[in-house]
């Protein structure tokens, strides 16, 4: 140290050495602030130990507060689009699509290091990325059937017979036949095919040729020729007489108008009451009508003249026109056999029939023609005289 001429000390190397002591022990408590020691003083010789200081500092996060940076870090929730995956379905109309399976947008936790310019990211590096929801892929099935298409029609819909056609147990001309479908029935079409369809009618698969089958789409009145062939169909000896025909009123006024037979229109002019009959006893309307046309001869008979008795209702054999009924005129005749046949003949007793009637069940021996035979006529082909009536009316439609 030495003195001016003024007297004042000169520091000048003192104050220099006193800086770089200083930025050397700012450098040491920047290097060991995240730690803290410990000494063991049980141990002879002096442990120093770390230990992860719980404030630790982020260097990334002191970095860029410490710059003049247009970085930053982010910490958050992102979506992720699911893609979609095209399969090709030969049992949906050609290009139409249908979801097999839905898509589902997943979610990942993101921590990524973004750049700015000018208020715009240019830049962003993917530090982090944990899956917290799984993408869910969309898939599309694309119909490529061409007759589907042609039909519009879908599988499990209705297809119709423009012609009886043999239904096979293998898509081939000479596979076995299982059945013969009438023309105009319908079938359900479970696969689709441009020469073969596989189909099921009443509980049994197989499979058509596609030559004479046709769609509601295609032939519009085809529904209404199915139905009355259906009903032709299902019209035989043993079928269930206590239900409803099926018929409509239009359908009765058909097959009563213009029978040669009906010379007296008595039929003719009573089919509404017929059809009435049927829904409110729960009786085949037709099986009752061809019981009439067989008992009256189509209402020529002495009873049916002068006592309005159709139905021969209790003309005994001892003295048929004195033990039978009389009438006050058709319709009461023909609701109160119907009545008679419901609760007597066609169901067991204990059967709610409708408006506080309830079946007996006295004569019941099943529901079809001939077991109303075995209480209802002596004749023992009374019921095959009553079901070539029934046909002949059936056939008319």
Known sequence: MKKNQDGTIVIKFSIVWFVIAIIIIALMISFFKNYI??????????????????????VIEVMLENTNSNKKMVNEQRDVAYTTE??????????EQQVKQEGKIGKVQVTALQEYQNGEMINEEIIESNTIEEVVTEIIYVGTSEFLSKYSVHIDDQMYLLEAEDLKKEASDEAETICQIPRYLNVTIKEAGEEWIKVTYQGQEGYLKTTHITSEAVTPLITEKNRIATLKNNLNIDMDLSVPSGLTLSDYKTVFANNLSDKNKIFEQNAENFYKAEQKYKI?????????????????????????NLFGYAAYDRDPYNSATTFTDYENAINTVAEALSIKYLHVAGTTIGEGLTATGIYFNGTSLKSVNVRYASDENWADKVFTYMQYLYNKL
Request: zero cysteines; proline letters at 5%.
């Open 86 to 95: 095209y399969e090709d379905n030969p049992n949906l109309p050609k290009e």
């Open 284 to 308: 085949n309307g037709i099986f009752l009508a061809a019981i009439g046309i067989h008992e009256s001869a189509w209402g020529t008979s002495t009873l049916a003249a002068d006592k309005n």
């Open 37 to 58: 020691f410990a000494t063991n003083e049980e141990e002879k010789e002096a442990i120093v130990a770390f230990e992860p200081n719980q404030k630790s500092v982020d």
